[in-house]
């Protein structure tokens, strides 16, 4: 009898891990399904998968994971558009020497376009829910303006497999390993700096908005401008590793009034005169440096 019941445990723990597999694949097809039709709806042709990353930008198994499926599911919804996966696309960054990890800023984006003549960037990040949920975030990125005109969210389920794979650390050179990732510096900080340097012969204003608390879940943003000498670089610090949103406009822009010129610069009446603007991921124990170029 005891023998019984212990099989019938693990026949009945094996069928929920299946249906938990099931489930995740059912959900991310559908943000694949949703993400496809609003794309034919925007009229784009040729769509490049640039991936699936942690909420702090990194490279990740189960970011690669999300990806390669995602990649499967939305090649079979695109009858109207042509896909380029994601190792066509890494083939292509390498040749010209474009940084293929991480977020893609605007310039990358552009010049993806480019280069592979796609219309959109089909871009993401995912964040663990407890230990068996994962949310995962599509965006999709306008080639030309790189601005983002689509965006699909789900919390997706994981099996037991898949946590594996979620607690599996990856580096860029393809390894993977159990467990934590070693932090040489055995920083333990959740906080980093961000720089911005300015390769242009123009003087710039940077407007940066950050989250003020470590809270998740708190939407109190500060908002701190930088003005930046051509060739010069500064930068903010003990900036909680979170994502930041930065706003850059020419100096002369505002030469007569500078009173107040975050709270401008920021404002959508504004966006005509800015150089460029978008997000940026803050990362504990480093200091990232955005160029200007």
Known sequence: MKIKSLLFLISLVFFLSNVQGQDFDSKLEKLAEDTASKITENSKKKIAVWGFFEANGKQTALGNYITEDFSVYITNFGDDFEIIDRNHLDLLLKEHKLNAEGFIDNDTAKEIGKITAADAIITGTYSMVGADKVKVRVKVLDTESALQFAAKMGLLPLSEDLKDIANTSYDAGGTKTKGTTDNSNNCESDKGSLCFHNT???????????????????????????????????????????????????FKTFTDDLEGVEVKITHPMYIKYLEDKGEIMVEACAEKTFTIK
Do not use: P, Q, W
């Open 200 to 250: 242009t012969n123009e003087k710039m204003i940077v407007a940066v908005r950050y989250f003020k608390v470590a809270d998740v879940k708190s939407r109190t943003m500060l908002t701190k401008t930088l003005i930046l000498d051509a060739g010069k670089t500064k930068c903010l610090y003990e900036l909680y590793d979170r994502r930041a949103e930065y706003y850059i406009v020419k």
